[in-house]
C-alpha cells in the first residue's frame, strides 16, 4: 500500500533531520567554526527554502512527475551528507570551503525533499469509501515527528556530536535508507498542467490564497521564536540541559497526537476556522512561556506545541488542497513552503536581535503578538464553496 511505504520514507526522511536540527550548529562548532561563518552555514537551508519549493513544484506539475524528482532530492540530501563527513573519515580539516559546498547541496535538497513528501501524501490521502479505510494526510505525516524524535533522541545519548565523523555518517546513514525507499514509492502520475502560467496565476489572485500565505508568513514567523529562543531562555531561568531535551521530547508528543486525529478533526471542523485556532492557540502558548518560570509549569505547558504547530501545518496543508487546481498542486504547495520559509528567514533574524537586546519575555510577548495578526490573515482564507475544478473526493487530510 502506497500510504505504507510513504509513511517509512517520511520516517526515514525525518531521522535524518533529528540528528541535523538539533546537534549540527555544535558539531561545526567543535570544527571551529563559529560567528558569522556559521551564521552564513545555517542560513543556507532557510535561504533555499523560500526558492526550492516552488522551482521543484512548478517542474513537478510542468513534467507530470513527483517520485522523480523526490529521487533526484533525496540523491542531492545523501551527496551533501557524505561531503560533511568526507574529512573526519579521512582525517582531513573540515575546512569552510568543503563546508559550504556541502551545505549548498544540502539546503538546494532538503526544502523539496519535504515538499514533494507533502503532495504525494496529500494526493494519496482519501475520505473512506464503501469497503475502504480513510488516510489522512496527518496519519502519514505524523511518521515524521516520530521518527525526529527518536533520531534526537538517540543521538544526543549514544553519539559524540562534536566528533568530526560520527553525527554526518548518521545523517548519511539516515539519507541512503531514505533515497533507497524513493523507490518504492509509485503514485499515480499527476496530471500535466501543459502551462503553468495563467492557473497559477487565478491562484495568486484569489483572496483566500493570498490570505493563506500572508498568514503562514507571518504565523511561522511568529513560531521561529520558539524554535531560535525557548532552549536559550529555559537556559536563562536556570533549567537543565536534561529538562530543555525533555520539553523539546514532550512538544514533540503533543504534535505528534495531533497528527493522529487530524483527519477525524478535519473532518468535523472546516480548515479555515481551525487556522485560525491554531495561530491564537500559539500567542496564547506563547504569552505563558513569556510569562512563567516554574518548570512544572512550563512543562505541562509543551502539548500545546499540537496547537501551535501540528494543527496549523495539517490545516494549512488542507487548504492548500482545498484552494489549487489538481494540475498546479506541487506549484501550490511549493509556493506556500516558500512563504513558510520565508516567513522562518525574517524570524530568525529578528528574535534573536529582540532576544538579545530585550530577554525573553519580551520576545515571546511580540511573538504572541505576530500570531495574533496571523490569526487574522487567517480568517480570510475561509471559502464559501469549493472553487470549480478542485478536488471534491478528498477535502480530509
Given at each position: 500500500m502506497l500510504a505504507g511505504r510513504l509513511r517509512l520514507f517520511i520516517f526515514a526522511l525525518f531521522v535524518s533531520y533529528g540528528g541535523f536540527l538539533p546537534f549540527f550548529p555544535k558539531w561545526l562548532e567543535a570544527q571551529g567554526i563559529r560567528g558569522a561563518a556559521m551564521s552564513a552555514l545555517m542560513a543556507l537551508v532557510p535561504a533555499f527554502g523560500v526558492i526550492g519549493p516552488p522551482v521543484f513544484g512548478a517542474l513537478s506539475d510542468w513534467l507530470?512527475?513527483?517520485?522523480?524528482?523526490?529521487?533526484?532530492?533525496?540523491?542531492?540530501?545523501?551527496?551533501?551528507?557524505?561531503?560533511?563527513?568526507?574529512?573526519?573519515?579521512?582525517?582531513?580539516?573540515?575546512t569552510l570551503p568543503i563546508l559550504f559546498a556541502a551545505m549548498f547541496v544540502f539546503a538546494l535538497s532538503r526544502a523539496p525533499q519535504v515538499a514533494m513528501a507533502d503532495v504525494i501524501a496529500i494526493e494519496t490521502?482519501?475520505?473512506?469509501?464503501?469497503?475502504?479505510?480513510?488516510?489522512?494526510?496527518?496519519?502519514?505525516?505524523?511518521?515524521?515527528?516520530?521518527?525526529?524524535?527518536?533520531?534526537?533522541?538517540?543521538?544526543?545519548?549514544?553519539?559524540?556530536?562534536?566528533?568530526?565523523?560520527?553525527?554526518?555518517?548518521?545523517?548519511?546513514?539516515?539519507?541512503?535508507?531514505?533515497?533507497?525507499?524513493s523507490f518504492t514509492l509509485d503514485p499515480p502520475p499527476p496530471p500535466r498542467a501543459p502551462s503553468l502560467g495563467p492557473p497559477l496565476r487565478?491562484?495568486?489572485?484569489?483572496?483566500?490564497?493570498?490570505?493563506?500565505?500572508?498568514?503562514?508568513?507571518?504565523?511561522?514567523?511568529?513560531?521561529?521564536?520558539?524554535?531560535?529562543?525557548?532552549?536559550?531562555?529555559?537556559?536563562?531561568?536556570?533549567?537543565?540541559?536534561?529538562w530543555i531535551g525533555a520539553a523539546w521530547a514532550i512538544g514533540t508528543l503533543g504534535e505528534t497526537a495531533l497528527m493522529a486525529i487530524s483527519g477525524w478533526l478535519l473532518a468535523r471542523v472546516p480548515a479555515s476556522r481551525l487556522l485560525v485556532v491554531a495561530f491564537l492557540g500559539g500567542a496564547v502558548r506563547w504569552v505563558l512561556i513569556g510569562t512563567i518560570r516554574d518548570l512544572p509549569v512550563l512543562l505541562a505547558l509543551q502539548p500545546l506545541h499540537a496547537i501551535s504547530f501540528s494543527l496549523f501545518w495539517v490545516t494549512a496543508i488542507d487548504q492548500v488542497k482545498h484552494l489549487a487546481p489538481k494540475e498546479i498542486l506541487g506549484s501550490a504547495q511549493g509556493v506556500f513552503n516558500a512563504a513558510v520559509g520565508g516567513g522562518a528567514v525574517a524570524g530568525m533574524f529578528v528574535w534573536r536581535a529582540v532576544f538579545e537586546a530585550r530577554g525573553g519575555p519580551t520576545t515571546f510577548f511580540w511573538a504572541a503578538g505576530a500570531s495574533v495578526c496571523a490569526a487574522l490573515a487567517a480568517a480570510g482564507t475561509r471559502t464559501r464553496a469549493r472553487p470549480e475544478g478542485r478536488d471534491a473526493a478528498a477535502d480530509v487530510v
Open positions: 507530470g512527475l513527483r517520485t522523480g524528482l523526490l529521487r533526484i532530492a533525496t540523491a542531492g540530501g545523501l551527496l551533501a551528507t557524505l561531503l560533511l563527513a568526507a574529512p573526519g573519515v579521512l582525517g582531513w580539516p573540515a490521502s482519501k475520505v473512506a469509501g464503501p469497503g475502504q479505510k480513510a488516510v489522512s494526510y496527518g496519519s502519514i505525516r505524523l511518521f515524521g515527528s516520530v521518527g525526529f524524535l527518536i533520531a534526537a533522541l538517540a543521538v544526543g545519548r549514544l553519539l559524540d556530536v562534536q566528533a568530526a565523523a560520527q553525527l554526518p555518517l548518521f545523517m548519511a546513514g539516515a539519507m541512503a535508507v531514505t533515497f533507497l525507499l487565478r491562484l495568486l489572485r484569489e483572496r483566500a490564497f493570498a490570505m493563506l500565505l500572508v498568514a503562514a508568513f507571518v504565523g511561522f514567523g511568529a513560531h521561529v521564536s520558539y524554535d531560535m529562543c525557548f532552549s536559550l531562555h529555559l537556559g536563562k531561568l536556570g533549567i537543565s540541559s536534561g
